[in-house]
């Protein structure tokens, strides 16, 4: 009995112990990331942002419009194609080792769609019966899937609706395996296509020529297939490859490129490919997934070659002889981590580590620009992403939320702003197909981005994502991020959403108005109050749990009645059942006290009548 009692108390202790450590740890993490601010915005005056007021050394703000090769471009057999092709039980029929590893793959695959047991003992039939068996879902239910927009063969649709806008930037990106269709081992000049060379020049010019400059990205998620087949950036022979690849780029087009991408999300790449498997070049095994965030994991082998290229690359592109000196940096993606309950502070922690700014930090002295990829905030529940249904969220299930944009580039400059080189937005945009949300939300991520010039930040420039709905990644057609709709039943026709028509009036004025952001709010809050639906394509498990799957068919959800806009956005506090007793335990007295009122008490005689003072 007393070793039942001591055994009590110390798991009583420990678990104080752990609670408490972890309240320290989450009011730290508060502290610094979710501490309300005053926003610099005046939001009494008739123009809230004014983009003219503002230059830097490399000249005016600008707005861009950004596409990429695996999005658009039609007659690209690329990764991504065989990828979708690929049935995932025809792993059966490949030789033993191949198939074995992929077994693996998908037996951890069907754990996340939840075929395993849930915390009740009972199965999840909800994802199981709501994901797709594909690997690229909405793309086998599309009519010309490979198609994808026809950039390659007529890129001049998507230019001159990009033309039409008033930008002038035009990011796009060069897919390596269609200049370098195979290995190189025999050497380079048997290994490139040289007709798409000369004909990724043609579009560079068609950009130019519609006065736009090009920023190109150079590898935008796509591994060649056959770079996949001997273990990618695994190995450190892909540097080579690549510098190859981009000296043939370089040489061919430099003159035709105004700012340089090396990489785009490495981390992303990294993560989705090698330590998943949920994209094409990879399919790791149990013991490699278990030690990818070790030191000499595959995660941090991976994201050290493509350091290693790209500072390689930046190297040889500033070895070119130019009148102006080139801008070369990356676009890092940037979500905006919070962590759902009172356990998952070292959840975000570690995530962040990883993703943040490691990949910044390795090749800080080589940047001319720091690209930031922003699309919203992920709750962090475990090791998954928790779905709040309080706050809104995009197709494809990420949290709308502008004042993270804000956040994170006063959080970079304050980290880097020794090395004296501006920021640019290279990504921001939203999947939504009503384009109710896009109206406030390209909106408010404007002022976020506004009012953090306001407070020193260097930004050069807003690159919008995308022109036209476009084939995304694994989610296939299904989220719609385009300003444009896509007819694929109808010969790809093109119809220009509201949104194209707002953004079009922010670039030629280069403001942002009281009245432009009043009519987007007001339209959205008449949904939102009406219940009306909108679609959403992201599998959601019994206890909330968002999946990396995307679906063949939206589910619907109700647009959110929650005040999002910049700077008024309240930060819910920690979800967990504790936390919320916890919270309950200390206001509860609070909100008494504030309903007990002090009366005066008049002295009576037994008559009732009130006794005066003599």
């Not at 009972?122 to 793309?139: G, P, R, Y």
């Not at 000049?189 to 190109?216: C, F, P, Q, T």
Request: glycine share 6%.
């Amino acid at each position: 009995m007393n070793i039942l009692t001591f055994l009590v108390k110390v798991a009583g202790l420990l678990g104080t112990i752990t609670v408490g450590a972890n309240a320290f740890s989450y009011s730290r993490f508060r502290r610094r990331n979710l501490r309300n601010f005053r926003s610099p915005i005046d939001e009494s005056k008739e123009v809230l942002a004014d983009f003219t007021s503002h230059e830097h050394n490399e000249g005016k703000f600008f707005f861009g419009l950004a596409t990429a090769p695996a999005h658009a471009e039609d007659e690209l057999d690329d990764a991504w194609i065989r990828f979708a092709k690929e049935t995932p039980c025809s792993a059966e029929d490949e030789e033993d080792k191949k198939g074995k590893r992929k077994k693996v793959k998908l037996a951890v695959g069907a754990i996340t769609k939840g075929l395993a047991k849930n915390i009740d003992g009972k199965e999840d039939n909800t994802v199981a019966d709501s994901t797709s068996t594909k690997n690229v879902a909405a793309w086998h239910n599309t009519p010309h899937a490979e198609d994808r927009l026809k950039f390659w063969s007529d890129p001049d649709q998507e230019v001159k609706l990009a033309k039409d806008t008033g930008v002038t930037v035009f990011r796009m990106g060069i897919d390596w395996s269609r200049i370098m269709p195979k290995e190189p081992t025999k050497g380079i000049k048997e290994a490139v296509d040289y007709e798409a060379l000369e004909h990724y020049k043609w579009i560079l010019n068609r950009v130019r020529s519609n006065g736009m400059k090009v920023m190109l990205t150079l590898f935008h998620h796509s591994l060649p297939p056959w770079a996949a087949d001997y273990g990618g950036w695994k190995m450190e022979k892909t540097v080579d490859y690549f510098m190859d690849f981009t000296r043939l780029v370089v040489d061919s087009m430099f003159d035709l490129v105004d700012s340089w991408v090396t990489f785009n999300e490495p981390h992303v790449f990294a993560m989705l490919t090698y330590m998943c498997g949920s994209w094409p070049g990879n399919n790791p095994d149990f013991l490699e997934m278990a030690t990818s965030t070790l030191p000499m994991g595959v995660f941090h082998r991976v994201m050290h070659w493509m350091a290693v290229a790209h500072s390689k690359a930046y190297d040889y592109i500033h070895g070119k002889t130019s009148l102006e000196k080139p801008l070369v940096g990356v676009a890092h993606h940037v979500s905006f981590m919070r962590p759902y309950g009172l356990f998952d502070v070292g959840s975000v922690t570690f995530s962040n580590s990883l993703t943040m700014y490691s990949y910044i930090d390795s090749i800080c002295e080589k940047l001319d620009f720091i690209g930031i990829n922003y699309y919203g905030q992920e709750a962090v529940c475990g090791v998954g992403l928790k779905l709040v249904e309080t706050d809104e969220y995009s197709e494809s299930g990420r949290g709308v939320y502008p004042d993270g944009l804000y956040r994170v580039l006063l959080m970079f400059h304050q980290r880097y702003k020794h090395l004296k080189v501006p920021f640019i937005v290279t990504e921001n945009g939203v999947s939504d197909e009503t384009d109710v949300i896009r109206r406030p939300y390209m909106i408010e991520h404007l002022l976020a981005l506004y009012a953090a010039m306001l407070k020193g930040v260097p930004v050069l420039g807003y690159v919008f994502w995308t022109i036209s709905d476009n084939w995304e990644w694994a989610d296939g057609y299904g989220p719609k991020f385009g300003l444009v709709a896509v007819d694929r039943d109808n010969n790809l026709a093109r119809t220009v959403r509201p949104s194209y028509h707002l953004f079009t009036k922010i670039v030629k004025s280069g403001k942002i108005t009281r009245e432009d952001r009043s009519l987007a709010w007001d339209e959205l809050q008449k949904a939102a109050k009406a219940g009306k639906l909108r679609p959403f394509y992201r599998a959601v498990d019994n206890n909330g749990l968002m999946y990396a799957d995307g679906l063949d068919k939206p589910q619907w959800r109700q647009f959110v009645d929650r005040d999002w806009r910049f700077g008024h956005y309240q930060v819910d506090g920690l979800q967990d059942p504790l936390s919320r007793v916890a919270r309950t335990l200390l206001i509860w007295p609070v909100i008494m006290k504030k309903k007990v009122r002090k009366v005066k008490v008049k002295h009576a005689d037994e008559s009732g009548l009130a006794l005066q003072p003599a």
